[in-house]
């Protein structure tokens, strides 16, 4: 049993590990932005915070370009569409942190990674819940967001 316990508690140090390393790359990360990505975080960010969060469709005009690209199949390309999609949504208070906070962001040149934490009823047991991460990728270009891609399905009409 002393041995089974001594593997445990060394995958576990490992696994704290790993996780104490990513954080470390992801914060260093943070630290060697250039100034570009940093301002291409900080349009990308409008839109998941300001507009998908509290729901102020009127910042689209100034961070989403007019022929934004749209890879979620829901949503219609262009701005125009995806302001369609989005309805006519009362905009909640505006408030300085977001409502949900990203687990992750990747800032890369143009692009921006996101993930997000979700609970949903399991479907297998609807008594109870499950996690999952979901992921909203923006390719910021020329002060405005060109393109969006995340792993929601195609819904039936």
């Known amino acids: 049993m002393f041995a089974n316990e001594a593997i445990l508690k060394f995958k576990m140090l490992g696994a704290v590990g790993l996780v104490a390393l990513g954080c470390s790359v992801?914060?260093?990360?943070?630290?060697?932005?250039?100034?570009?990505?940093?301002?291409?975080?900080?349009?990308?960010?409008r839109e998941m915070r300001e507009i998908l969060q509290y729901g102020h469709l009127e910042v689209a005009g100034e961070v989403m370009a007019?022929?934004?690209?749209?890879?979620?199949?829901?949503?219609?390309?262009?701005?125009?569409?995806?302001?369609?999609?989005?309805?006519?949504?009362?905009?909640?208070?505006?408030q300085p942190g977001w409502k949900n906070p990203p687990t992750m962001v990747i800032t890369s040149g143009p692009f921006v990674l996101y993930m997000f934490e979700r609970k949903d009823k399991d479907p297998d047991d609807p008594?109870?819940?499950y996690t999952w991460d979901h992921f909203d990728m923006l390719r910021v270009e020329n002060g405005k967001i060109q393109e969006h891609w995340d792993e929601v399905e195609k819904r039936a009409p």
Do not use: C, W
């Open 66 to 94: 007019e022929s934004y690209i749209q890879h979620n199949p829901n949503v219609p390309n262009g701005r125009a569409g995806f302001l369609k999609a989005m309805g006519n949504r009362k905009p909640d208070e505006l």
């Open 26 to 45: 992801l914060f260093a990360q943070n630290l060697k932005l250039t100034a570009l990505e940093k301002k291409n975080r900080e349009i990308a960010d």
């Open 127 to 129: 008594s109870k819940e």
